[in-house]
């Protein structure tokens, strides 16, 4: 099998320069604003493999800066040139040489090297458009498939060598002029239309097939498609004639209907599904079918699946099923994701491993693209390390472990990502479920065998005893072999791996706390040497091992669910708009001048105060005012933070915080009296007395009722 080792683009839409993206033959995650680039790739994927099925001309145009259809970036000057450049990796790691499409090479259509045409037959590219695709239908109107096949298909299915998208353009048009019926011609042509109409009346049956399975088996739905075929024709009888005919072509009809499969319903064929069905049911049918007509693809060394936006109508917990989906069917292709939903990169980043997948994550910075490859977790301490950050390798350090965990506990993040859970919670909760399932894998061991405890018992000596049942002993021989190993597999845990966990508990309290939360102790570079040791033995156990346990969610009654419901939406609506780790903590690590602390505050802290608790306030302050970063506040900054003030109330708790941020910065006074006449600070304390700014907010409330006044 061979995959993408390298796209290269030379001022293609977007990108201005050359810009190089290494995916080494690995799944790839993109990430990108709006108009930062993340659609100039997938155009620029699509138009390399398309082109093996163009004509040099019609590849030309593309680069062309003269043709109004060319692809090139706005600000490319006469001279420059414009070119897509792919090279391709085996499983041998054996690169070849690169291919090339621009003005003047054109290596994707040749007949010397078919490895792009023989990728196109196999590969495809889906966008957000396919989704809305069954929604395009008046109420009124049937649901006919073929105007999505011809919008969306068409281009991926083959005839042989022949494209069915290029087939249906010229069978569409008909013939101009219109020969005699007796003409070859016309014969030729009809004969094309009877090929048409035979690829697909053999293609629907398999399509059912595989479609009904995927919505039973992979989506869990409740119904079943069916799809009636009304032949395309050419030059056919007028309706009520038998002497007139119609001289053009008339597409065919892919009627779908759905049925119920529910016993309690009367009327279970739905006639016209987007009438009836919710989004989520026809978001189903729809990828159902375009994963069938992708299972049924041609085979080829080379196959991609390109969707850019795809899911991005679709809630978070429904998107991560689609993705389990392509990873369970289309192992072999290599994925190329896109999106722009932030939540949802940070969810699936989370879930993937970099040992199969490369991220990337684009940004536009005054109309010039910037491309970052990002890291895991555990690659950026290892840098940081490098550099001597200590405090910021350790703080990556803890997010690994965190991410390692609950990837381990909750494999496609559906709940674990909705609750707080502390770090030592993390540890004992999945050492506990190791533990439970060797209990359960001895248990197993003998209710496999309908093994009663009696009989268990005489597993130890049993060779001799003439009163057992030969099936019986051959039951208890093999029995003992499973014990045995099952109890080699044990101890190797206890003696070892169990280790693992004790002492992620030590360097939480002493490596791992300190870097999150506020502390003075300082962290050496032995220990935190020890710890990159100890995380990557964490790693290495846990790859590919996932807890036996489910994690759902219990609901005791339907008033109940929905309150949990909506709290759940309230909660995941935060976790949507900011990772407190990535888009905070780390963004806070990252500051080295004014410049950055200032951005940082309108961008980052500014934008979602509404949203953080104590907890994660007095944190951010924490971070904020230590390792001199509280250098780089100026009076910007202090008017940065007057706005933040503003943005809402504040109780006695919060205050303290806010105090000992003022204290602890380098703005001007009169900043410090405005937080002063909002009770938040205190400019008059009494240093003799050894009194702080922020001791006036430690004061007690005192109830005074009215028989304590005086007067």
């Known amino acids: 099998m061979k995959k993408i080792n390298k796209l290269t683009l030379e001022n293609f839409k977007f990108f201005n320069g050359t810009q190089e993206f290494n995916f080494e033959g690995k799944n790839v995650l993109i990430y990108g604003e709006n108009g930062s680039g993340k659609s100039s790739i997938y155009w620029a994927l699509y138009t390399f493999f398309q082109s093996s099925l163009k004509e040099d001309n019609q590849i030309k145009k593309y680069f062309d800066t003269s043709s109004k259809e060319n692809l090139t970036n706005r600000f490319i000057r006469e001279d420059e040139s414009s070119s897509i450049e792919i090279e391709l990796i085996d499983d041998d790691e054996n690169i070849d040489t690169p291919m090339i499409i621009s003005k003047t090479i054109f290596d994707t259509n040749n007949s010397e090297n078919t490895q792009i045409q023989e990728a196109m037959k196999a590969s495809d590219f889906i966008n957000f458009k396919l989704l809305s695709r069954l929604y395009d239908f008046k109420n009124p109107e049937e649901i006919d498939l073929f105007v999505m096949f011809e919008k969306e298909v068409l281009n991926y299915l083959f005839i042989d060598d022949l494209n069915l998208s290029n087939l249906w353009k010229e069978l569409k048009i008909g013939l101009i002029p219109k020969p005699k019926m007796t003409d070859p011609l016309y014969g030729e042509f009809q004969d094309k239309i009877k090929l048409f109409n035979d690829y697909f009346e053999r293609l629907i049956p398999i399509l059912l097939r595989d479609t009904n399975n995927f919505l039973k088996n992979d989506f869990n739905e409740n119904m079943e498609i069916s799809i009636q075929y009304r032949k395309a024709t050419y030059n056919a009888f007028l309706p009520n004639s038998t002497t007139k005919r119609d001289s053009k072509t008339i597409a065919p009809i892919m009627q779908l209907t759905v049925k119920l499969l529910n016993e309690d319903i009367e009327n279970d064929i739905v006639e016209k599904p987007h009438t009836f069905l919710n989004e989520a049911k026809l978001t189903a049918i729809s990828l159902s079918l375009r994963f069938s007509i992708l299972k049924n693809r041609l085979v080829s060394d080379l196959k991609v699946l390109v969707l850019d936006d795809l899911l991005i109508s679709l809630d978070m917990s429904y998107r991560i099923e689609v993705i389990n989906i392509l990873e369970k069917h289309f192992s072999n292709f290599q994925l190329i994701i896109m999106t722009h939903d932030k939540g949802f990169y940070q969810l699936l980043k989370r879930k993937i491993t970099t040992q199969d997948w490369n991220v990337y994550e684009l940004y536009n910075q005054n109309d010039k693209q910037c491309v970052k490859e990002a890291k895991s977790s555990f690659e950026k301490a290892k840098r940081l390390f490098e550099d001597r950050d200590y405090e910021a390798t350790a703080h990556y350090l803890r997010k690994e472990v965190e991410e390692i965990l609950k990837h381990y506990l909750d494999p496609n993040l559906k709940y674990i990502n909705k609750e707080f859970v502390n770090l030592e919670s993390l540890i004992n909760r999945v050492k506990n479920e190791i533990q439970l399932d060797y209990i359960k894998s001895f248990d197993k061991l003998f209710r496999d065998r309908n093994m009663d405890i009696v009989t268990a018992k005489k597993i130890r000596n049993f060779e001799n005893d003439s009163n057992i049942d030969p ?79 489910t994690i759902s969610q219990q609901n005791n009654n339907c008033t109940e669910s929905i309150e949990i419901d909506e709290s759940i939406m309230s909660e995941n609506t935060n976790v949507l708009m900011i990772d407190f780790t990535e888009d905070i903590l780390d963004k806070i690590i990252e500051i080295q001048n004014t410049i950055d602390l200032n951005n940082f505050l309108k961008q980052n802290f500014l934008m979602n105060i509404q949203i953080f608790t104590l907890e994660q306030f007095s944190e951010i302050v924490d971070k904020l005012t230590t390792n001199n970063r509280d250098s780089n506040f100026d009076n910007e900054s202090g008017e940065i933070l007057k706005d933040i003030f503003k943005l809402k109330e504040w109780d006695s708790e919060h205050k303290k915080v806010w105090c000992r941020l003022i204290n602890n910065i ?46």
């Not at 206890?494 to 992620?504: D, T």
């Open 666 to 711: 380098n703005i001007d006074d009169t900043i410090k009296e405005w937080f002063e006449n909002r009770n938040t600070y205190n400019t008059n304390s009494n240093f003799y007395n050894n009194e702080e700014p922020c001791d006036f907010l430690n004061v007690p409330n005192i109830d005074i009722n009215n028989e304590d006044i005086p007067f």
């Open 471 to 549: 099936i019986i002993k051959q039951q208890l021989f093999q029995a003992r072999g499973d014990l045995f190993n099952l109890f080699i597999k044990y101890a190797e845990y206890k003696n070892s791996e169990v280790q693992i966990f004790e002492e992620l508990k030590n360097i939480k309290d002493r490596v791992l706390n300190p870097s999150s939360h506020y502390s003075e102790a300082p962290i050496f570079r032995k220990e935190i040497h020890d710890a990159i040791d100890l995380v990557d033995r964490l790693r290495g156990f846990l790859n590919n091992k996932t807890s036996s346990n």
